[in-house]
């Protein structure tokens, strides 16, 4: 069902790698509400080429941009605009990837190159996105930015490592770059906290299923899907929300709020 909840509006998709991906599901959705939007990916996950499938099916034109460059940010937000006919009403960053994570390393032997570039991508990256389209005046007054973050930014999942730090650095960026961009521009920075999902990155965490499983019953209402996600995700976008800003979004079912449930009490006294 849609609502026409972004008709007329415009934005820039980031992260949609394949069709798991949640920025993919945020935009099937937002073209059925009536969004305009373009698709950007970094260059090297253009290699596998899905991304095209998504363009075509929402009529988008694909730019590509690694998020940690503001030289490829700068012209992502230049052409977008020029694609789109104007300023832009919104934006998702949906960007996370750990080296440390990737390679296997334990939390007690992180390499540090690798930890910067974890935080880089998944964390200073959305500074990077807002100070450009500051700079650029790339947003119409309130617009609305959304970034996608996970409760490890709170409390410790082990196998998260390194993704943890970047996650507390994103959303403490949606917090100060909130003040700044309403102050500027009536703009909202948010951050949603989503469910464990299974994707790209979902699955690159080891143990995913089982922690899948465990926050599933943790979960009152049960995990939030991809899809799920994505139908709040535009309601971020839409002028339903215009007061909401500098918030991290707990997105998950109510695992957040939950101590224990009895699911999981059960499961543990099999
Ligand atoms: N899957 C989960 O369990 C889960 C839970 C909570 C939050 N999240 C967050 O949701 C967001 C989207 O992840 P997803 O689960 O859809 O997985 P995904 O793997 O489909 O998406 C991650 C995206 O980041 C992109 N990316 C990596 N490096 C980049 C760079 N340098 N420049 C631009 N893009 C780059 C990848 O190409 C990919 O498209 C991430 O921020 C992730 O941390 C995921």
């Known amino acids: 069902m849609a609502y026409n909840l972004l008709k007329g509006k415009k934005g820039i998709i980031f992260g949609a790698l394949d069709e798991n991906s949640i920025a993919w599901k945020v935009a099937e959705r937002a073209k059925k509400e009536g969004a305009e939007f373009t698709l950007t990916n970094a260059p090297i996950a253009m290699r596998m080429g899905a991304i095209n499938k998504l363009a075509e099916a929402t009529g988008s034109t694909i730019i590509p941009a690694d998020a940690t460059s503001l030289e490829d940010l700068d012209n992502l937000f230049t052409k977008s605009m020029e694609t789109l006919g104007g300023k832009l009403d919104f934006i998702l960053h949906s960007i996370g990837m750990s080296p440390n994570v990737r390679k296997g390393k334990e939390y007690g032997d992180l390499n540090y190159e690798w930890f910067l570039k974890t935080i880089d991508i998944s964390g200073l990256s959305f500074h990077k996105v807002m100070q450009v389209a500051e700079k650029k005046d790339a947003m119409n007054e309130w617009g609305s930015i959304v970034a996608l973050t996970y409760i490890a930014a709170q409390r410790t999942f082990p196998d998260y490592s390194d993704m943890a730090e970047a996650k507390s650095v994103l959303e403490s960026i949606a917090r100060s770059y909130g003040y700044r961009f309403a102050k500027l521009k009536k703009v909202r920075v948010n951050t949603i906290s989503q469910s464990p999902t299974v994707t790209t990155a979902g699955k690159g965490i080891s143990g995913f299923n089982a922690f899948l499983d465990f926050a599933e019953r943790q979960s009152p209402l049960?995990?939030?899907?991809?899809?799920?996600?994505?139908?709040?995700?535009?309601t971020m976008f839409s002028d339903l929300t215009k007061k909401v800003t500098m918030q991290n979004l707990f997105h998950d079912g109510g695992f957040s709020s939950t101590g224990i449930t009895n699911e999981l009490m059960e499961k543990l006294s099999e």
């Open 222 to 234: 049960g995990n939030a899907s991809a899809e799920e996600c994505a139908d709040y995700v535009i």
